[in-house]
């Protein structure tokens, strides 16, 4: 059983075109849920951390928010140096963390 | 920069070798994970330490064994390679507590 599902898996917008990413989970007891940012062939770079429903955190264009059941990444007047893909993850069995499969995005000028 | 390095950033090697990927996590951190990412793949889980400790398999083969040292730093070996063993290899740290991980650089491993 899958632990954690984003959407879509790719997502191209125009530049200034405003859009949300979906992270979904169903591990019980969460422990916190991560965002990260990848560029290709790079590590993965942390973004936020949310620990409970209604939270909400900010950095630049990106603010992610937290419900029981997901986390939205919303994307705000987005510009090109924002492609990447996004990953969320979350902690499971201790200290293991599960990561969904991403996604990618893309921002034309 | 994360503060978690990886070495080398790119290995080449032939079918059949041998190889060690070395991490050296964050400082403080006492968990290390390592994982592998192929081409187009999500990052799959390989395995944990803590404090030196096996904390947690993953989808991690025989053919791959790790271990951390008193020092915290950590390695990965990868035995008998495969073409398909061709990926990125990522090391990640952590605090206690489930607290967020920061990864290194990777390492770009490509068997041929």
């Known amino acids: 059983e899958d632990q954690v599902t984003q959407s879509p898996e790719a997502l191209r917008l125009q530049e200034g075109e405003s859009s949300s990413l979906n992270c979904s989970y169903t591990v019980s007891g969460l422990r916190g849920l991560f965002w990260y940012r990848q560029d290709p062939g790079k590590g993965p770079e942390f973004l936020f951390t949310?620990?409970?429903a209604g939270e909400e955190k900010e950095k630049e264009r990106l603010k992610a928010t937290l419900t029981k059941k997901e986390s939205f990444l919303h994307i705000t007047a987005p510009k090109p140096e924002d492609s990447a893909t996004y990953l969320c993850a979350v902690p499971y069995t201790g200290n293991q963390f599960y990561f969904g499969t991403g996604t990618s995005l893309t921002v034309i000028p | 920069d994360s503060g978690v390095t990886q070495t080398p950033k790119h290995l080449i090697t032939a079918t059949g070798q041998r190889v060690t990927l070395r991490c050296s996590p964050r400082?403080?951190?006492?968990?290390v994970y390592w994982y592998q990412q192929s081409l187009d793949q999500g990052l799959q889980f390989l395995i944990q330490y803590y404090n030196g400790e096996e904390r947690a398999k993953g989808n991690i083969l025989e053919r791959f064994s790790a271990q951390q040292f008193p020092d915290l730093h950590s390695e990965l070996n990868l035995s008998s390679l495969e073409l398909g063993d061709s990926a990125l290899y990522f090391c990640?740290?952590?605090?206690?507590?489930?607290?967020?991980?920061?990864f290194g650089q990777g390492t770009r491993l490509t068997v041929v």
């Open positions: 990640a740290s952590s605090g206690q507590g489930g607290t967020e991980a920061f």
């Open positions: 400082s403080g951190d006492l968990s």
């Open positions: 949310l620990y409970s």
